[in-house]
Structures are given as C-alpha cells and as structure tokens.
C-alpha cells in the first residue's frame, strides 16, 4: 500500500525551464512533507520542507505548492539547470516521525 | 562531525549467511531509521529507534533486525540473507521532528 504516490517517474526539462514533481497523499495525520535530492551514489538529501499551514513556501529556485484539501504537494524548479539532474523524493511525516516517501522521479536537465 | 557514516559500503552474501550493517552517527541525535531502496519504490522503513534501548518495527521488518545500546550505534542485522533482501540500505538520524540526515548507503547483493 502506497500512503504517498509521485509523479512523473522520469522528467526532461531544458536549462532554464521549470521541472514540476507532483505528489499525493492518503493520510490526513501526516504533518510534515519535506522533499529530498539524491544523486547517485549518495543518499538523499534534505532540498525543502513545508508543514501543513502554509499553502507555499520558496527557497531560491525551489517552491513547494501545497494544497490540504485535495491532499497534494508539488515541487517546482524555477530555471533549471544540469546540476539539477538527480532523483527528487516526495515523502510524508506523521506523529510518529517516521517517514514515507514516494517512488521518485529521475530529473534530467539537458544543457 | 562526520556525520552518518555506514560500513561496509558493498557486500555480496549467499543465502542464508547473515551479516551486520553498521550505522554510527556522531550528532547526538536521538531518532535513528534504516531504510531499503529498491528501483521504483522510494525507500521503504525498516525499523527505527527513538532513543538507546527503544527501537520499533518499519513497513518492511521482516528478516532484520535490530537493537540500539548507545545512542551513536544502529546496526542492522539479517539473520538469513534470502535474495529479496538485495538492495541498498540507508541509515539516517534525526533530532526530534527535525530533518533526517542519511548516510551514504550500503549496496547489498545476496547470490
């Protein structure tokens, strides 16, 4: 059973365009929604968070939308570049601090 | 700080041996996981611990486990390796409600 459901799998975007990652979600008790970067060989990486009370949050080129009552949360790259290319993970926190992550999406950013 | 750090970096096992995947951190940090990464299926929780003596059950605990004697130490241990256990794990470690710092991974093949 998958709680937190991602798409696309895989995304190629050109430099300088905007790579959008799209994420929902199942239970209302998850509170915390943080999305992580891996590239490979590493492990993920924390790139942004956003908790349930705000609709948006930005930090540089990274925006997290977040919309509570269809349970979805997306994450925009404002003016991609190559050294984007990598997995981004959606994931979900609940009370118990655990997280549940979605399946990922492989970005390409073409120079 | 060095951070999560995780030995061995690969293994290989045949079926039915058993081995300990070790998992130290060096930030205090109370909350420590382990997860498994398989292609297309994020990374999926195996156990975790709260704390030195508490550890608790993931999504995915069967075959492993695990037991936290001090709060640097999270190893995990599989007790027969079967091929379904081939993949790479991931420790991370986490202040309460805080972001969770992952280690470089352990790539693990069972022949």
């Known amino acids: 059973q998958q709680q937190v459901k991602q798409s696309p799998q895989s995304l190629i975007v050109q430099k300088g365009g905007i790579s959008i990652i799209n994420c929902a979600y199942e239970?209302?008790?998850?509170?915390?929604f943080p999305w992580y970067q891996q590239f490979p060989g590493k492990g993920p990486a924390l790139l942004i968070a956003i908790r349930p009370d705000v609709s948006e949050k930005k930090e540089g080129r990274f925006t997290i939308s977040f919309n509570k009552s269809a349970k979805q949360f997306s994450l925009h790259i404002m003016d991609s570049q190559p050294g984007d290319s990598a997995t981004y993970f959606c994931a979900a926190e609940g009370s118990a601090r655990q997280l549940t992550f979605g399946s990922g999406t492989q970005l390409t950013v073409l120079p | 700080n060095a951070g999560v750090t995780q030995t061995p970096k690969f293994q290989v096992l045949k079926t039915g041996q058993s081995m300990t995947l070790q998992c130290a951190q060096d930030?205090?940090?109370?909350?420590m996981s382990w997860y498994r990464q398989d292609p297309g299926m994020g990374l999926r929780l195996i156990h975790y611990?709260?704390?030195?003596?508490?550890?608790d059950q993931g999504e995915v605990p069967n075959g492993y486990n695990v037991s936290r004697s001090t709060t640097e130490d999270f190893p995990l241990r599989l007790l027969s390796a079967a091929p379904s256990q081939t993949s790479v794990y991931f420790c991370a470690s986490s202040l309460r409600g805080d972001e969770q710092f992952f280690g470089p991974g352990t790539r693990l093949t069972v022949l």
């Open positions: 930030m205090n940090h109370e909350y």
């Open positions: 239970n209302t008790a998850f509170d915390y």
């Open positions: 611990s709260v704390g030195a003596g508490i550890t």
